[in-house]
Every structure is written in C-alpha cells, then in structure tokens.
C-alpha cells in the first residue's frame, strides 16, 4: 500500500512570504498530483509531474523520484492562496494502476 | 464545458434511507472516480471506470455501497441502507488517460449527511 505523507499539516504565513509544502510517498509512482481545495469546498488540480519541475504562476512543484519527494511552493504569497493543499500519489502499476493514493492534506493560512 | 456535474449539492437523510449520488463527467473524458473526503479520513478513492467499465472497487467501504455507470456521460453511487457514518462530501472526477498521466477534474461535490 503506497503511503502518502505530507508536512506540515498545518501552515501560517504572512502575506508575501516564500511557502513550501512537502510529500513523501513509499512506493513506485507513475504521477504525482498536487491538488487545491478551497474553503468552499471546491478540489482543483494544480500539477501532475512525472520528473522534474513545474510553475503556474507563482506556483512552483518540483519532484525528485530517487527520494519519493515532492515539494509545492509558492512565492510572494497572497491571502487567496489560503487553501488546503493536497498532494496525491498515481500507482505505477498492478491491480492499482491508475489509483491515487492522497496525502492528509496542509491547512494554508495567509495573514495580510 | 460546464466541468464534471454533481447532483444533489447537499443531502440530509435518515439512517436506513436509500441515497443516490448522480455524476455527469466532462464529454470526452474515459475516467470516472468516486472519491469519499472526510476529517477522519481525508480523501479516499472508493472505485473508478474506464469506459464505463469499473477497474478498481477496492476503496468501496461494504456491500452497502454500489456505483454504476451506465453511459459514458452518467455515472451513480448509491447507497442502501445510509448510516451515519457515510456523512461525508463525495466528489466525482473526470480524466482522459486515468490518475497516471492527465490532470483530473472535480466536481463540486454532494455534502451528505445521514441522521
């Protein structure tokens, strides 16, 4: 069973700081998605990476497979990016080809 | 595109009631997936489709819980009998390609809670 662990769990930051968010996972993956859920309920997809590094804006992932790691970060941070961030495995392969396994989630506040 | 459609918005029932949660998916769009999100638990997988065929049913929680996608643009979950427990918000998702290559799209999710 893939493993998804994501710190902090919980983040507050003032407006304009540098953010990163971390996900480790246990196993072999195809994909990894990091997802946004607004206070309103809503999941929206930011990034699927297989390899290296992505940006959207002031939204940067990064993943590095030897380590089972990825990061999230957000530069010059703005109340909106107050958010719950998720990040989500995609299994490589077996009965569980195409799963996405999800991390617990990291509470963001942004303080004006 | 209207993005993956969910019916109803919210639902309140009592414990022993038969509840149905309705999905459209974006047209085009060969993936399906039920997701179940509480406190508790978080996000969890509870089955998906691949052209309308399910692959994976292994988060389904019991017997109590069936989905079905009978086209390629309607897919349901259902649950008979509802217990408290099944609160939750449950969210559909569409994707071309599966949770492997494509970015998947949500909905807005069905809030139910069971009395």
């Known amino acids: 069973k893939n493993e998804v662990e994501q710190s902090p769990q919980n983040l507050t930051a003032q407006e304009g700081e540098f953010i990163t968010i971390n996900c480790s996972y246990s196993?072999?993956?195809?994909?990894l998605h990091w997802l946004q859920q607004h206070p309103g309920g809503g999941i929206v997809s930011l990034f699927m990476?297989?390899?290296g590094k992505k940006k959207h804006g002031r939204l940067i992932a990064t993943i590095n497979i030897q380590e089972k790691h990825s990061s999230l970060h957000i530069t010059a941070s703005h109340p909106r990016d107050s958010a719950v961030y998720i990040c989500?495995?995609?299994?490589?392969?077996?009965?569980?080809?195409?799963?996405?396994?999800f991390g617990q989630g990291t509470i963001l506040t942004v303080h004006p | 595109d209207a993005g993956v459609i969910q019916s109803p918005r919210h639902e309140v029932t009592e414990m022993g009631q038969e509840v149905t949660l309705r999905c459209k998916p974006i047209s085009g769009h060969d993936y399906l997936f039920w997701y179940r999100q509480t406190m508790m638990r978080g996000l969890e997988l509870l089955i998906y489709f691949n052209n309308n065929v399910p692959i994976d049913d292994s988060g389904m929680p019991e017997d109590r819980f069936s989905a079905k996608m009978p086209n390629a643009s309607f897919s349901t979950l259902k649950i008979q009998p509802s217990e408290p427990r099944d609160s939750a918000v449950y969210f559909c998702?569409?994707?071309?390609?599966?949770?492997?290559?494509?970015?998947?799209?949500f909905g807005p999710g069905t809030r139910l809670t069971v009395l």
């Open positions: 196993v072999g993956i195809s994909a």
């Open positions: 989500a495995a995609g299994e490589a392969g077996g009965t569980s080809y195409g799963k996405l396994t």
């Open positions: 990476l297989s390899s």
């Open positions: 998702a569409s994707s071309t390609g599966g949770g492997l290559r494509n970015e998947q799209f």
